[in-house]
């Protein structure tokens, strides 16, 4: 084999390899990386740079392939998984704030034992579907529960008469209705936002239970009522491996009840609250904090 030839053989090899690294991959952000591709995973883009080095890539950040740009014509978009995820389910649990004011007219011990009342725990489940990048809707459910008791209280029974003894409340409020989402994925990072709001149903129970001191009276009953109630809350999301997610989250969850039915184990009595937004009505109003783990799918 003479020079001539030699040359020419080595010359076409080297086109011939530089013709496999003229593809084009183009970020999320904009950014260009000339290589070759290698592999295209579920999960990651395998490529070579123009040193020859294997680099991995999130799929989530490769908006576009051209494949041999500097030859051809034809582009192809990079092929599997979107840019944004369209099923994100969400599991939350935290603390909750009762909003409802304090009757100004009982007497400190009861003021005292209501506001520690207020405070509780909460945990939701909500499930959302993206049919935008930015806009989705889904369902959403939360359980708001508190509970408290104390001794040496003095109290109206139902009876009418004023009794002082031990006195307890179990409360839950339980909320479900339609949710709708507006999320904002900051470029090239973890994080995303989500501001959701909807409109539900929300249940209200309440057992209550009295023991007086100086005799064997005691009143166990059980206060319950339904009412349409409004939701919105904020969250931020930071993902820490592929589709899974924790986030942190505020709540405000409206409602009143304009009656209520009291069990007393053996009636039923109605009580009709006066007023749209007149201060007999119950407030189901809280406020919850909450920290969770998300699960996305593409």
Same mark, same amino acid.
């Given at each position: 084999? &003479?020079?001539?030839?030699?040359?020419? $053989?080595? #010359?076409?090899?080297?086109?011939? &390899?530089?013709?496999?690294?003229?593809?084009?991959?183009? @970020?999320?952000?904009?950014? #260009?990386?000339?290589? /070759?591709?290698?592999?295209?995973?579920?999960?990651?883009?395998?490529?070579? &740079?123009?040193?020859?080095?294997?680099?991995?890539?999130? /799929?989530?950040?490769?908006?576009?392939?051209?494949?041999?740009?500097?030859?051809?014509?034809?582009?192809?978009?990079?092929?599997?998984r979107?840019?944004?995820?369209?099923?994100?389910?969400?599991?939350?649990?935290?603390?909750?704030?009762?909003?409802?004011k304090?009757?100004?007219?009982?007497?400190?011990?009861l003021?005292?034992?209501?506001?520690k009342?207020?405070?509780?725990?909460?945990?939701?489940?909500?499930?959302?579907?993206?049919? /935008?990048?930015?806009?989705g809707?889904?369902?959403?459910? &939360?359980?708001?529960?508190?509970?408290?008791?104390?001794?040496?209280?003095?109290?109206?029974?139902?009876?009418?008469?004023?009794?002082?003894?031990?006195?307890?409340?179990?409360? #839950?409020?339980?909320?479900?209705?339609?949710?709708?989402?507006?999320?904002?994925?900051?470029?090239?990072?973890?994080?995303?936002?989500?501001?959701?709001?909807?409109?539900?149903?929300?249940?209200y129970?309440?057992?209550?239970?009295?023991?007086?001191?100086?005799?064997?009276?005691?009143?166990?009953?059980?206060?319950?009522?339904?009412?349409?109630?409004?939701?919105?809350?904020?969250?931020?999301?930071?993902?820490?491996?592929?589709?899974?997610?924790?986030?942190?989250?505020? @709540?405000?969850?409206?409602?009143?009840?304009?009656?209520?039915?009291v069990?007393?184990?053996?009636?039923?009595?109605?009580?009709?609250?006066?007023?749209?937004?007149?201060?007999?009505r119950?407030?189901?109003?809280?406020?919850?904090?909450? $920290?969770?783990?998300?699960?996305s799918?593409?």
């Amino acid at each position: 084999m &003479n020079l001539k030839t030699t040359i020419i $053989i080595l #010359s076409l090899c080297f086109a011939f &390899n530089m013709a496999r690294g003229q593809d084009l991959i183009i @970020t999320t952000v904009g950014d #260009s990386v000339k290589c /070759r591709i290698i592999d295209i995973g579920k999960d990651f883009i395998v490529y070579e &740079n123009m040193d020859e080095h294997k680099v991995y890539i999130d /799929r989530r950040r490769v908006a576009k392939i051209d494949y041999d740009f500097y030859s051809k014509k034809i582009r192809v978009a990079a092929p599997g998984r979107k840019e944004w995820t369209i099923i994100r389910v969400s599991l939350d649990g935290g603390a909750g704030f009762m909003l409802g004011k304090i009757d100004k007219g009982l007497n400190s011990e009861l003021q005292d034992y209501y506001k520690k009342l207020k405070s509780g725990w909460v945990i939701g489940l909500t499930g959302d579907y993206f049919i /935008r990048e930015y806009f989705g809707f889904g369902l959403k459910y &939360n359980l708001n529960k508190t509970r408290y008791s104390a001794d040496n209280l003095s109290v109206n029974a139902m009876d009418g008469r004023l009794l002082t003894g031990s006195l307890s409340n179990s409360i #839950s409020i339980h909320y479900i209705g339609p949710d709708f989402a507006i999320r904002y994925m900051l470029p090239d990072t973890r994080f995303n936002f989500l501001l959701n709001f909807g409109m539900g149903y929300m249940h209200y129970g309440n057992k209550e239970s009295f023991n007086d001191s100086n005799s064997d009276y005691s009143e166990t009953y059980k206060l319950t009522g339904s009412s349409i109630g409004l939701s919105a809350g904020i969250s931020a999301d930071y993902y820490i491996y592929q589709d899974y997610a924790v986030g942190i989250g505020i @709540t405000y969850t409206y409602g009143s009840l304009g009656k209520v039915e009291v069990n007393k184990g053996n009636a039923i009595e109605v009580i009709r609250l006066t007023g749209l937004s007149g201060k007999d009505r119950v407030n189901l109003s809280h406020l919850d904090i909450t $920290i969770g783990i998300r699960w996305s799918y593409y």
